[in-house]
């Protein structure tokens, strides 16, 4: 089955600062994907990065990048130059891909809760 | 603009009521999604609907009821049997069923006391 495991359930940062927050999953598929959204105290979901399994290249959007280790089954997410309005919850989510294209459903993790001090 | 609405932000019932929560989308997509989330915890999937008039159900479909009559509108209904409604409800949509990015409603919180 599948699983998303963020074990960090805080996290601090100065602001100006990189910050990487991590995400392991677990799966027995070769093609999923792999996304991370932000939630602010508004509770909105936002769409921060997606990597494919078989994008050799880490996924990179503006001040996030995706760290993406596939042996280890790793997905840690990398925000540089952080800023006060970073401070949100982080979710990492997986998806499969099934034969044809076809999409499992989003599985989540837990969340890290990341502070980014002044 | 063009976007997803959910209402309203925050509901109260009392116990043993049926609630429905409004889910709308004028992004034109196929795909929609409801998700629960409680303290502490990621989301977790109740139903989605991938065209019209068709649903499946997710996770933890049960005490949950949906319809999908109408591209736009995918409304979401807590029934009494559902045994601890009290939740944030986020209602999601893609544009196809294969689409990997989700787009997110604002939420509503239900209180059931």
């Known amino acids: 089955a599948q699983k998303i495991t963020q074990t960090q359930p805080g996290m601090f940062v100065q602001e100006k600062e990189a910050v990487t927050l991590d995400c392991t999953y677990d799966t027995s598929d070769q093609s999923y994907g792999l996304f991370w959204y932000k939630q602010p105290s508004s509770g909105e979901m936002i769409f921060l990065i997606y990597q494919g399994s078989y994008d050799e290249q880490n996924a990179t959007e503006g001040r996030y990048s995706l760290n993406f280790q596939k042996a280890r089954k790793s997905a840690n997410l990398v925000i540089s130059a952080s800023q006060l309005g970073d401070s949100a919850m982080y979710f990492c989510a997986m998806r499969e891909t099934y034969y044809g294209g076809s999409q499992g459903n989003l599985i989540f993790g837990k969340g890290t809760k990341l502070s980014v001090k002044p | 603009d063009g976007g997803i609405t959910q209402s309203p932000k925050y509901l109260f019932r009392k116990e043993g009521q049926n609630v429905t929560l409004s889910c709308e989308q004028n992004?034109?997509?196929?795909?929609m999604y409801w998700y629960r989330q409680d303290p502490g915890q990621g989301l977790r999937l109740i139903y989605y609907?991938?065209?019209?008039?068709?649903?499946q159900k997710g996770d933890i479909a049960e005490g949950y009821s949906v319809s999908r009559e109408k591209k736009e509108s995918f409304p979401l209904t807590v029934t009494s049997a559902q045994k601890n409604p009290t939740a944030f409800y986020l209602c999601a949509s893609s544009p196809t069923p294969d689409s990997y990015e989700q787009y997110f409603g604002p939420g509503t919180r239900l209180t059931v006391t």
């Open positions: 609907s991938q065209i019209v008039n068709d649903f």
């Open positions: 992004l034109n997509h196929d795909a």
